[in-house]
């Protein structure tokens, strides 16, 4: 079994619609959450970064974690075309190594 | 630009080669990171370094891969006798610990033929 599951996808919506990207774990060791957008061919960026149980919002973006379940989403509000790309959820344990979901494929038509 | 960069962005060549990819971190960051980066799958931790030391190998590195941080500058991979299973995006990634967020470069696309 995969430390981190994530929805496979691929995934498509019209513009405007409401996007929920979710992962589950099972290592109970990890305490910070990450997501990262990666365009085709281009390096991940980072989008969001938390490390407590709850909701973060940056802007269109809201980040959710939920340790007693071990599992987290990502929630794109109002998703533009701009948005379409594969987005990545990452944890970490105290250590440094980020383990990876395998991506979620988003496409946001016009 | 104050980024993380890789050169080359893309490499390609034959099996048995040897290669060298270089990842420059971005400035003052004191932790840098390999990854590996296959089509569909997301990225998977292959080493890394606080400064000049190399802290942590995953198993993917084989022995055929080694990676050094001379000065804590600069990093370069390098791979000897390429195989086709090498065929990967190579992903380097900078942090400043504490709190350690990564970021990433563009990567080096490595295909064998």
């Known amino acids: 079994q995969k430390e981190v599951e994530q929805d496979p996808g691929p995934l498509s919506v019209p513009e405007g619609a409401i996007v929920s990207l979710n992962c589950t774990y099972s290592n109970s060791a990890f305490q910070y959450f990450m997501w990262y957008r990666q365009y085709s061919r281009k390096g991940p960026e980072l989008l969001m970064y938390t490390y407590s149980s709850g909701n973060k919002e940056d802007g269109r973006f809201t980040a959710q974690v939920d340790k007693s379940s071990k599992y987290i989403s990502l929630f794109i509000r109002d998703s533009q075309p701009s948005d379409s790309a594969t987005y990545l959820c990452?944890?970490?344990?105290?250590?440094?190594?980020?383990?990876f979901g395998e991506g979620t494929q988003l496409t946001v038509n016009p | 630009d104050t980024g993380v960069s890789q050169n080359p962005r893309h490499k390609i060549t034959k099996r048995g080669q040897n290669v060298t990819f270089r990842c420059d971190p971005i400035?003052?960051?004191?932790?840098l990171y390999w990854y590996r980066q296959t089509l569909g799958q997301g990225p998977e931790f292959l080493t890394y370094f606080q400064n000049e030391a190399q802290l942590e190998k995953s198993r993917l590195l084989s022995d055929r891969f080694s990676a050094e941080r001379p000065k804590g500058s600069f990093s370069t991979l390098e791979i000897q006798r390429t195989e086709q299973g090498d065929s990967a995006m190579y992903l380097c990634a900078s942090s400043f610990a504490p709190p350690d967020t990564q970021y990433f470069g563009p990567g080096t696309r490595l295909t064998v033929l």
């Open positions: 400035s003052e960051h004191n932790r």
């Open positions: 990452a944890m970490v344990t105290s250590g440094s190594r980020l383990t």
